[in-house]
T-cell receptor, first 118, second 113 residues
Framework: KAGVTQTPRYLIKTRGQQVTLSCSPISGHRSVSWYQQTPGQGLQFLFEYFSETQRNKGNFPGRFSGRQFSNSRSEMNVSTLELGDSALYLC?????????????????FGEGSRLTVL | AQSVSQHNHHVILSEAASLELGCNYSYGGTVNLFWYVQYPGQHLQLLLKYFSGDPLVKGIKGFEAEFIKSKFSFNLRKPSVQWSDTAEYFCAVPSTNFNKFYFGSGTKLNVKP
């Protein structure tokens, strides 16, 4: 079974530009979550989608948005990039109805998209 | 709201040394606790978890963690580390309705051969 796939793996943008990141969850997983990972901050929850609906949102500005398609693939977009948006963006998927599987408590993460903003 | 804190940001050990990484949580209700590990260049993966029952839980690769309610702690331990344990370790607690994780800031472990 293929794991969570994120593209692109690395990208460099300049301030003011916008970026779109893509995530393909494990087959059969309908919940997709996004996290931002920065040194010293750990992982911060961005948002979670299930069946094309955003169910939960973290404390990030409106420049951060996302969506999910009918095949459960998800994208996140960051507009008007700032230097502080440089981070590793992680996508995770889960089997079941909750964002985190209630039986196993496990999230399956992709390897991330590393964004550098210059 | 739930939160976890990790006070060791960077730990350097020699092979065969014992490891203990601290994790403290702040939540008075039912607690579920997790440790995730991120090896260099790899995806984050589950190391072990505590849901209920025996407070001493064992995970993959010889890791274990003990849930101590009176100390609000869930420290990760390994009796003898290997070079391949070099990674970043994250403590995490789910929100009450399991819709997201709250992660600690992470501890980078560097094991010298």
């Amino acid at each position: 079974k293929a794991g969570v796939t994120q593209t692109p793996r690395y990208l460099i943008k300049t301030r003011g530009q916008q970026v779109t990141l893509s995530c393909s969850p494990i087959s059969g997983h309908r919940s997709v979550s996004w996290y931002q990972q920065t040194p010293g901050q750990g992982l911060q929850f961005l948002f979670e989608y299930f069946s094309e609906t955003q169910r939960n949102k973290g404390n990030f500005p409106g420049r951060f948005s996302g969506r999910q398609f009918s095949n459960s693939r998800s994208e996140m977009n960051v507009s008007t990039l700032e230097l502080g948006d440089s981070a590793l963006y992680l996508c995770a998927s889960s089997h079941g109805l909750a964002a985190i599987n209630l039986n196993t408590g496990e999230l399956f993460f992709g390897e991330g998209s590393r964004l550098t903003v210059l | 709201a739930q939160s976890v804190s990790q006070h060791n940001h960077h730990v350097i050990l020699s092979e065969a040394a014992s490891l203990e990484l601290g994790c403290n949580y702040s939540y008075g209700g039912t607690v579920n606790l997790f440790w995730y590990v991120q090896y260099p260049g790899q995806h984050l993966q589950l190391l072990l978890k505590y849901f209920s029952g025996d407070p001493l839980v064992k995970g993959i690769k010889g890791f274990e963690a003990e849930f101590i309610k009176s100390k609000f702690s869930f420290n990760l331990r390994k009796p003898s580390v290997q070079w391949s344990d070099t990674a970043e370790y994250f403590c995490a607690v789910p929100s009450t309705n399991f819709n997201k994780f709250y992660f600690g800031s992470g501890t980078k472990l560097n094991v010298k051969p």
